[in-house]
């Protein structure tokens, strides 16, 4: 299994020194990342409820016998999030198959659901790969390697600790995931993060205003109206989903507790400058952590940000790739390229 030593030391990229600059380059640059270069297939699942999940399949230009690539991306994101379209790209050049999932609700799903994602919704995951191995052979055979970032860091985790895989899946990969979501949602609302409060709130709310299904003008009024992201999952996440209230949901589906049952192995990378997810459930869970199981925790990287010297592309993928390269080398007949 990788060591600590296998992955490259982080050092920002300059200008953008500290978790604010960090986390909003992407926001501030809006850098497109172009993927037309490479064949792309939408993918669609139907629920038995009703609800319509959707995807975007990549095929490299030169197949290489790997498992896929599956990117998820965080709140209020979908497969078009610049973070994700980069790590997608990153992954196509080293001939890696990436598939871009949408959350149920999120992007091209939003018209087709009558119900939404959360930080814990794995069996959405489960559901989509259950479709795969009937549907996609490739990944049936190969099977995948989940991605999650932010939020749908810790679906990832909720899943991988779960183990009930309908097809291969022989490692996986969180990034800025908030593993301890009651101190992340207690983090985010501080003065300093008042900016990035206000975004989100606005983001969340415009989901819902969007929303195909005719709402309680009193609850969607409620709900337009939160004043944190905690009231917000008080009122909408947390009843729409089972949850007694925000703080049972944010207990129900914190993954740290869940570390231990992960069989795979599994790479966690955050930032302990993260302005929104504090680094201590991180600190707390190395210390009794699996030899399967990684945790990189650099002083600065901020929240899905990992902008490096000396190299265009996150540093977060630049890991990723090394630990799935790794994994698959150590798998019994497997065999990856080095620059990988």
Known sequence: MSSLADFPPFQPLRPWWGGDLQTLRNVVLRRWVDLSAWPERRLRLELPDGDTLFAM??????????????????????????????????????????????????????????????????????????????????????????????????????FLAEGDFPLPVPAGVSVSAPIDLQSAWQTIPRPRNAFYHRYLLACLRREVSQWPVKLNAEL?????GAKSIYHFDEMWTAPRNGFSSADDYYRRCSTAPLLKDIEVPTLLIHAADDPWIPPEPYLVARRSLKSHLRILLPSSGAHVGFHAAGHPQPWHDRCAGAFFAQVLREAPGERVDEDA
């Open 220 to 224: 969607k009024r409620k709900v337009l």
């Open 57 to 158: 399949l990549h095929e490299p230009k030169e197949e290489v016998a790997r498992p896929t690539i599956l990117l998820l991306h965080g709140l209020t994101g979908c497969e078009d999030s610049l973070y994700i379209r980069a790590s997608a790209a990153y992954f196509l050049k080293r001939k890696w198959r990436v598939i871009r999932f949408n959350l149920r609700g999120a992007g091209p799903s939003a018209p087709y659901c009558h119900s939404s994602y959360h930080a814990g919704r794995s069996e959405d995951l489960g559901a989509f790969l259950t479709w795969l191995a009937q549907h996609d052979p490739v990944a049936a055979a190969r099977g995948v390697l989940p991605m999650g970032f932010s939020l749908g860091g810790n679906l990832v985790l909720k």
